[in-house]
């Protein structure tokens, strides 16, 4: 049974820090790329991170580069999102994602969000 479960959400002050992370299971997780998403109330879902296979390339919204920083273990299955100097604008619902596309197939899993609140 293939999860993706994150967890380290809560309520964090403006400038605090959090640390998302996001446990794998079921399938081979260092066979996929890895990211991390956010919704906002009344908002799209948006690409927030990115992490290669090998863990060599990142990439990340212009929103939140040099705050946030991602991660992956490959030993632990797990992705992590290190978001550092928050704003009330980072206020979402935090999801992992993780995909794998082979020639013309995609497998890609959702994990089931994990809200972070920035608010003094």
């Known amino acids: 049974q293939v999860q993706l479960v994150e967890s380290g959400g809560g309520l964090v002050q403006p400038g605090g820090s959090l640390r998302l992370s996001c446990a794998a299971s079921?399938?081979?997780?260092?066979?996929?790329?890895m990211r991390w998403y956010r919704q906002a109330p009344g908002k799209e879902r948006e690409l927030v991170a990115y992490?290669?296979?090998?863990?060599?390339?990142?990439s990340y919204a212009d929103s939140v580069k040099g705050r946030f920083t991602i991660s992956r273990d490959d030993a632990k299955n797990t992705v992590y999102l290190q978001m550092n100097s928050l704003e009330p604008e980072d206020t979402a619902v935090y999801y992992c994602?993780?995909?794998?596309?082979?020639?013309?197939?995609?497998?890609?899993?959702w994990g089931q969000g994990t809200q972070v609140t920035v608010s003094s």
């Open positions: 994602n993780a995909r794998r596309d082979i020639s013309v197939t995609t497998y890609e899993y």
């Open positions: 079921g399938f081979t997780f260092s066979n996929y790329r």
């Open positions: 992490i290669s296979i090998t863990g060599r390339s990142t």
